[in-house]
């Protein structure tokens, strides 16, 4: 029964448009970033005075930033997939049916988590050739060492692929847990785009907060990479080893998960 609902929650998301809408803007946004800064730190390490005001980090700490950016600045879309995959089901009335086909929920929930973790997989493959392909490229149009001849650049972006596989997993579960499409939205831009950022910057004033700060979400994502981002660029203090933080995103993601099957994915549907 799950591979049979594991094949109509791959199809639906294969019929409707939001998935390569959301993973075209997905790739000019992370190579938009990845190149720029790129460029932009490139530009200052050729400056007379680079060597003297520290203005660029050294490339064997600047590369995997780049790279990383598809985790740092992309995690969004995957999210909004995962949330949009399970509240278009609330907002066009497809449950209904869903449900007559496959009476128990637990396996159409568990089948769509399996299927946003391949299409977040997928998006994280699209992320990382925009984020190495853009940053590399300004790297090597400024002279710089792409970094891309080591296997620990290889290493963390396999982990960016699986970074993104399960933010798109959490993002199941918060659509679960929030089933109004416009209000899962809302709070999945608020959060990624304002509140954690600021929440992050706030933490970086304070050894003592830096020390809570590495357990918020994206701040585990960043120590799933296992390379610095631009977050933590300059900061101070232990981060999380990189298995830590896929252990907290994926324990992130089955929380969520199983909140939203019990809070409103049992709920009688009309």
Excluded: C
Excluded at 55 to 76: E, H, I, K, Q, R
Excluded at 85 to 99: D, G, I, K, N
Excluded at 134 to 143: M, N, Q, R, S, T
Excluded at 183 to 208: C, D, G, K, N, Y
């Amino acid at each position: 029964m799950f591979i049979p609902a594991l094949r109509a929650e791959i199809a639906k998301l294969l019929t409707t448009k939001i998935w390569w809408i959301l993973a075209i803007i997905l790739f000019l946004y992370v190579a938009g970033v990845s190149g720029g800064l790129g460029a932009l730190f490139g530009f200052l390490s050729q400056s007379a005075d680079a060597d003297a005001s520290g203005s660029a980090p050294p490339t064997d700490v600047l590369a995997p930033m780049l790279y990383g950016t598809v985790s740092t600045f992309g995690y969004v879309f995957p999210v909004l997939l995962g949330a949009l995959a399970v509240t278009s089901e609330y907002r066009h009335q497809m449950l209904t049916p869903t449900f007559l086909a496959t009476p128990k929920r637990g396996i159409v929930l568990a089948a769509k988590s399996v299927a946003l973790l391949i299409f977040g997989a997928i998006y994280g493959v699209i992320g990382v050739i925009a984020s190495v392909g853009a940053g590399a490229g300004a790297l090597a149009l400024f002279g710089l060492d792409t970094q891309l001849g080591e296997s620990d650049t290889w290493a963390m972006i396999a982990r960016a692929i699986l970074a993104l596989a399960l933010w798109a997993v959490i993002g199941v579960g918060l659509g679960a847990l929030i089933p109004n499409q416009v209000a899962a939205i809302v709070v999945i831009l608020a959060f990624t785009q304002f509140v954690e950022p600021t929440l992050r910057a706030l933490v970086s004033l304070a050894e003592w907060a830096a020390t809570v700060g590495k357990f918020l979400p994206g701040a585990a994502s960043d120590a799933l990479l296992g390379a610095p981002s631009f977050f933590t660029m300059g900061m101070t203090g232990d981060s999380l080893e990189w298995w830590q933080g896929g252990l907290l995103l994926a324990a992130l993601a089955l929380v969520l998960t199983v909140l939203g099957y019990l809070v409103s994915w049992k709920r009688d549907v009309t």
